[in-house]
T-cell receptor, first 114, second 114 residues
Framework: AAGVIQSPRHLIKEKRETATLKCYPI?????VYWYQQGPGQDPQFLIS???????DKGSIPDRFSAQQFSDYHSELNMSSLELGDSALYFC?????????????FGPGTRLTVL | AQSVTQLGSHVSVSEGALVLLRCNYS??????LFWYVQYPNQGLQLLLK????ATLVKGINGFEAEFKKSETSFHLTKPSAHMSDAAEYFC????????????WGAGTKLIIKP
């Protein structure tokens, strides 16, 4: 079965650079969530989209932005990268926003900021 | 607001022994609860979920969890640990006051001794 695809899987950037992370949800899933997981930490919710509109916002820094496109894939744009942005970034998708809908997670993008 | 507490950042059991990972939640509304497993350098995989149907929920890989409202708990168990169970386990509750983003516990690393 098709799963959530994230690219790239690994990314190395320097401070003050920009990065773009991509997420391709499972077909027919219209909701995408982004999470950030720092080393040894639990995932922290960043932002979510439903039907190409931002539906909720968590602890996403102002330096980050995201959007969901017409084909439902989503991109997380990160600017002025800081050392503390080094983390595993997960994307999850679900078929709608009901509370009981399972979120299916991608493998994550590991971002290292030097 | 919802929150999740996982007792014990590390749990060590012998192969073949009972696995018990503790999760307590706080929620002002009936919760939807999830257990996810994360293997080293991999994404998050759903083990099981409670969505107000049966209080005893069976998941993959022989795991199960029991929802106890009186104790606000959703502990994860497995009768006999296997070496392949070594991973980090996250308990999560679905937020009810936003777009149902997941609120995570801090995670419990399960160590299996031969």
């Amino acid at each position: 079965a098709a799963g959530v695809i994230q690219s790239p899987r690994h990314l190395i950037k320097e401070k003050r650079e920009t990065a773009t992370l991509k997420c391709y949800p499972i077909p027919r899933h219209d909701t995408v969530y982004w999470y950030q997981q720092g080393p040894g930490q639990d995932p922290q919710f960043l932002i979510s989209f439903y039907e190409k509109m931002q539906s909720d916002k968590g602890s996403i820094p102002d330096r980050f932005s995201a959007q969901q496109f017409s084909d439902y894939h989503s991109e997380l744009n990160m600017s002025s990268l800081e050392l503390g942005d080094s983390a595993l970034y997960f994307c999850a998708s679900s078929p709608g926003t009901s509370a009981y809908n399972e979120q299916f997670f991608g493998p994550g993008t590991r971002l290292t900021v030097l | 607001a919802q929150s999740v507490t996982q007792l014990g950042s590390h749990v060590s059991v012998s192969e073949g022994a009972l696995v018990l990972l503790r999760c307590n939640y706080s929620s002002s509304v009936p919760p939807y609860l999830f257990w996810y497993v994360q293997y080293p350098n991999q994404g998050l995989q759903l083990l099981l979920k409670y969505t107000s149907a049966a209080t005893l929920v069976k998941g993959i890989n022989g795991f199960e969890a029991e929802f106890k409202k009186s104790e606000t708990s959703f502990h994860l168990t497995k009768p006999s640990a296997h070496m392949s169970d070594a991973a980090e386990y996250f308990c999560a509750v679905r937020a009810a006051d936003s777009n149902y983003q997941l609120i995570w516990g801090a995670g419990t690393k399960l160590i299996i001794k031969p």
